[in-house]
């Protein structure tokens, strides 16, 4: 089993497209409980023109601006490896990525590194806009113990995330999706809201024994279906024997091979002289 994926914060170049060789790379020792992104666009009221056309009036200025606002916490008394006595040793190493650099393309101007958040597959590539510290839990010599961090991150242009494959997620064994009855639910309406016809299948499948009546909160899995049949049949004649006839039909994929159906038949007759007669085919 792995792991559980911590969030990082990963120094970029200047390009803000790769990874800075041998930059600064901060696994956080909690990861944030929430994120929030923000869109946004730069509007303006043009100069003159009719002022009562409202929103028509309006144009776009820019290519727009995305932020990334979370929240950090930081205890050097629940570190497992390596704790230090004080949890500023911990989040300079945050502050590092809100500390001005010289540009390389002009060194006579200065601008805080680009920086990723990476957790999983959230990435978010900008610069650190701000930065909140709040210090608490101090020891008795006066050092603080405990610490949250609140940043800010922004990119100038609107995020775009891209994902690969359709998202399905596999059904495995005891994974199959639910669906909750409502109060006075019969399990027709749930097939059809689920856009399923054959409710006679799935309430077999389900062992549900009332499916007009469904006690609230009951849980059926619409997919399921019942794959065979059977039949039966008992014949009594009047001169003082009997018949009695079985016949089970097994779908092909239940077979000895793909492809094969198989068919069983047992007749039984019993009349004064008694007799038992038994057949069974494979095609």
């Known amino acids: 089993m792995s792991g559980l994926a911590r969030a990082k914060l990963i120094e970029l170049d200047q390009t803000f497209a790769n990874e800075k060789d041998g930059g600064e790379q901060v696994e956080v ?16 009221q043009p100069q003159g023109g009719d002022q009562a056309a409202g929103n028509s009036g309006r144009q776009f200025v820019g290519a727009g601006t995305t932020k990334l606002a979370l929240q950090l916490w930081f205890d050097v008394t629940a570190m497992e490896k390596d704790p230090v006595d004080d949890v500023r040793r911990l989040t300079q190493k945050v502050v590092y990525f809100m500390t001005p650099q010289k540009s390389d393309a002009d060194p006579d101007k200065l601008a805080p590194p680009g920086v990723r958040f990476q957790w999983g597959s959230f990435l978010f590539d900008g610069m650190v806009e701000g930065m909140e510290e709040s210090l608490e ?48 639910d019969s399990l027709q309406n749930m097939a059809a809201r689920g856009g399923k016809g054959d409710w006679q299948s799935i309430a077999a499948a389900n062992g549900v024994e009332d499916p007009l009546r469904m006690a609230p909160g009951q849980l059926v899995n619409l997919n399921a279906r019942v794959g065979g049949g059977a039949s039966f049949g008992v014949s009594i004649g009047t001169t003082g024997s009997a018949a009695v006839g079985v016949g089970v039909a097994i779908p092909p994929s239940l077979g000895p091979s793909a492809g094969a159906p198989v068919s069983a038949g047992v007749g039984l007759n019993a009349s004064l002289g008694g007799s038992v007669g038994g057949s069974l085919s494979i095609g």
């Open 137 to 184: 839990f101090f020891s008795p010599d006066g050092k603080p113990l405990r610490a949250s961090m609140s940043l800010t991150f922004s990119q100038q242009k609107i995020l775009k995330t891209d994902f690969s494959g359709d998202g399905r997620v596999p059904t495995a064994p005891g994974q199959a999706p639910l669906r909750s009855a409502k109060q006075g």
């Open 29 to 44: 020792q909690f990861n944030p409980e929430s994120l929030k992104v923000t869109f946004a666009n730069q509007l303006v």
